[in-house]
């Protein structure tokens, strides 16, 4: 909520139409949230379920989702040691050699899939679609546009994505939703919302910035502003 509140102020305060803001603003969100799946793949967090897949991740990293050893080791697996809560507050993860005897109570870290990666490249996919879509008609995109494909694409990935995610927290194990599904449907019914109502509002269909109030409107923004049938122009 961070974000669109700092939007509605920016707004409000330089005498810009908070739609407009958003649409714009969301580009740089979906490059900000691309960077931020990288941060997780390289800490090893958010990972996927186990797979076999040719571009399967090892994440030793993360010890909440070891798996007991079996042998011989799967393919790709490696044998981790038992991790241990270090005084830092840090948790230990070490990789065992290849040949270290697989006991009773030994830990591997099996291939999974890099969810991470799939959600960065999908949101760089994104960045370049609404950017397409805003250089292609400018400054007359339709006011709510760009906003409402951003919440719905990209939080239909998120839910489809979450179907290959781990559980992050205990609770989550036997309920058909995670929470990150059930806290995407909001988002996904407003961008159904804001797209249903892009650009139908005749007094504002394109949004505006300052200096929209400053200078003379171009004659087909005028034209767009005006209701269906208006003889004014």
């Known amino acids: 909520m961070g974000i669109p509140l700092a939007c509605w102020l920016f707004a409000r305060n330089n005498k810009f139409d908070t739609l407009w803001v958003l649409d714009r603003i969301v580009l ?41 050893a079996t042998h011989p080791l799967p393919a790709g697996a490696v044998q981790v040691a038992h991790p241990v809560r270090l005084p830092s507050g840090d948790v230990s993860h070490q990789v065992l050699p290849a040949d270290a005897p697989i006991g009773l109570y030994s830990l591997m870290a099996v291939p999974r899939h890099p969810t991470q990666l799939y959600e960065a490249l999908y949101c760089l996919l994104l960045v370049s679609l609404l950017y397409y879509c805003w250089h292609r008609t400018k400054e007359r995109t339709p006011r709510g546009l760009l906003l409402g494909l951003f919440l719905v694409l990209l939080f239909t990935q998120r839910f489809l994505g979450e ?19 059930l806290l995407s ?6 961008g159904l919302w804001v797209l249903w109502h892009a650009g139908k509002d005749s007094k504002n269909p394109y949004g505006y910035a300052p200096r929209d109030l400053d200078d003379p409107l171009p004659p087909e923004r005028v034209v767009g502003s005006l209701p269906a049938g208006s003889n004014e122009y």
């Open 28 to 68: 740089v969100v979906c490059i900000g949230g691309a960077l931020i799946r990288l941060g997780n793949f390289m800490n090893s967090e958010i990972g996927g379920y186990p797979t076999t897949v040719p571009w399967a991740v090892v994440f030793p990293r993360d010890t909440q989702h070891l798996l007991p």
């Open 163 to 181: 179907f290959l995610k781990e559980a992050q927290v205990a609770f989550e194990h036997d309920n058909l939703l995670n929470q990150g599904q």
């Open 185 to 190: 449907l909001p988002p996904i019914l407003v």
